[in-house]
């Protein structure tokens, strides 16, 4: 239990477009998903809080513009990374919350998601 | 300037050797998770725990989550190529699920 899917695994982009990468959870509800980049042989830097039904919450230095989250259902996130640039380029992975008992308020991972901007 | 501190930075070792990864914190935390990363993939919970004091033992993995809630150290016994990865800790917050990373611990099993 507690799968959480990516889509795509990987994209190669040019500089100016958009970019969606959807995060599913697939055997759980998940009021609340995050998003993180991770730059290579780094840890995971949260970049904003998904919440379903309302407005992400973003971490400072996080251009909410740039970096548009919808969270439309209880299984499905999405990240648009808008007008990219090579600098965007990175591993953005999300992860949903899993809440119940105090044990259960866990966050599973999804595969990842490589962006590649030229 | 990361909240969680883990230690060593990188560790190779031989298969059949013992290894400790530890994760420090000033902070207070209500859980300390710890993940596992290959490259290219996402992180891979192994466990949670979340209370004071708390020891679980996975298999060749030993975990203990100190007193103070503010470290926690994770144990492997006689390593293994297959536990080749990232270890990654992380502490959850009191009211807002958000997880704190350490920068992580690069661990080499050679054969």
């Known amino acids: 239990g507690a799968v959480v899917s990516q889509h795509p695994s990987r994209v190669i982009c040019k500089s100016g477009t958009s970019v969606k990468i959807e995060c599913r959870s697939l055997?759980?509800?998940?009021?609340?998903m995050f998003w993180y980049r991770q730059f290579p042989k780094q840890s995971l830097m949260l970049m904003a809080t998904?919440?379903?039904?309302?407005?992400?919450?973003?971490e400072q230095g996080v251009e909410k513009d740039k970096f548009l989250i919808n969270h439309a259902s209880l299984t499905l996130s999405t990240l648009t990374v808008t007008s990219a640039h090579p600098e965007d380029s990175s591993f953005y992975i999300c992860?949903?919350?899993?809440?119940?008992?105090?044990?259960?308020?866990?966050?599973?991972f999804g595969p990842g998601t490589r962006l590649l901007v030229l | 300037t990361q909240l969680l501190e883990q230690s060593p930075q990188f560790l190779s070792i031989q298969e059949g050797e013992n290894l400790t990864v530890y994760c420090n914190s000033s902070?207070?935390?209500?859980?300390l998770q710890w993940y596992r990363q290959e490259p290219g993939e996402g992180p891979v919970l192994l466990v949670t725990?979340?209370?004071?004091?708390e020891v679980k033992k996975l298999k060749r993995l030993t975990f203990q989550f100190g007193d103070a809630r503010k470290d926690s150290s994770l144990h492997i016994t006689a390593a293994q190529p297959g536990d080749t990865g990232l270890y990654l800790c992380?502490?959850?917050?009191?009211?807002?699920?958000?997880?704190?990373f350490g920068a992580g611990t690069t661990v080499t099993v050679r054969a």
């Open positions: 725990v979340v209370t004071g004091g």
């Open positions: 998904s919440n379903e039904g309302s407005k992400a919450t973003y």
């Open positions: 902070s207070v935390f209500s859980s």
């Open positions: 055997d759980f509800q998940a009021t609340t």
């Open positions: 992860s949903a919350l899993l809440a119940g008992g105090r044990d259960q308020e866990t966050q599973y």
């Open positions: 992380a502490g959850g917050g009191w009211s807002d699920y958000k997880l704190s």
